[in-house]
């Protein structure tokens, strides 16, 4: 089936400093990835859905600033968290839809996340 | 707006009791729903999803869930649970309209009894 790789599973980072999570779909081509944010025990919020080739569209209260998004190519996407702080620290997670799904029939396949401590 | 209601967010259960977990949203048009599973320490894991078709959806691991348009509900239902069932459970909807963003609910963490 589908996989979708992401990486680093773990990241610890000072405070001021940048980290890049990358998502690679790993046998199919990605049109769209999102990217979500999962603090303790609350669900998935999603930050913002990204098209390759083009601008990411980000939700409501998310800033495009700091949570820069590069979906360069149709198996990865980056997400970097510039000059991160402790209320960043996450888990971070991508979620990759199969470019081969057909009208009404959506494949979504999730990464396996990336938890970020900021210190 | 879309947005997903799951109305219990923890439940404990003893092994072989029967399990239904609620999941309501608000949205007008066609949706896709699912449920996902989180293991501790796992990634979210698709159960079941609905298109269209039949309203009653049978997934993985003797979960299923019924559709119910009227009610715009999509509760999951196990006959029997196990104690590997531990986890927390993710209601989701997909609008086509929405640039096909999936909207989660707040989960239900599952604690199962041996």
């Known amino acids: 089936g589908a996989v979708v790789s992401q990486h680093p599973s773990w990241v610890i980072c000072k405070s001021g400093t940048s980290v890049k999570i990358e998502c690679r779909s790993l046998?199919?081509?990605?049109?769209?990835m999102f990217w979500y944010r999962q603090f303790p025990k609350q669900s998935l919020m999603l930050m913002a859905t990204s098209n390759e080739g083009s601008k990411a569209t980000y939700e409501q209260g998310v800033e495009k600033d700091k949570f820069l998004i590069n979906h360069a190519s149709l198996t990865l996407s980056t997400l970097t968290v510039t000059s991160a702080h402790p209320e960043d620290s996450s888990f971070y997670i991508c979620s990759a839809r199969d470019r081969r799904a057909g009208t009404g029939n959506y494949g979504y396949t999730f990464g396996s996340g990336t938890r970020l401590t900021v210190v | 707006a879309q947005s997903v209601s799951q109305h219990n967010h923890h439940v404990i259960l003893s092994e072989a009791a029967s399990l239904e977990l609620g999941c309501n949203y608000s949205y007008g048009g066609t949706v896709n729903l699912f449920w996902y599973v989180q293991y501790p320490g796992q990634h979210l894991q698709l159960l079941l999803k609905?298109?269209?078709?039949?309203?009653l959806v049978k997934g993985i691991k003797g979960f299923e869930a019924e559709f119910i348009k009227s009610k715009f509900s999509f509760n999951l239902r196990k006959p029997s649970v196990q104690w590997s069932d531990t986890a927390e459970y993710f209601c989701?909807?997909?609008?086509?309209?929405?640039?096909?963003?999936?909207?989660f609910g707040a989960g239900t963490r599952l604690f199962v009894k041996a």
């Open positions: 046998d199919f081509q990605a049109t769209t």
């Open positions: 989701a909807v997909m609008s086509g309209t929405g640039g096909f963003k999936t909207i």
């Open positions: 609905y298109f269209s078709g039949d309203p």
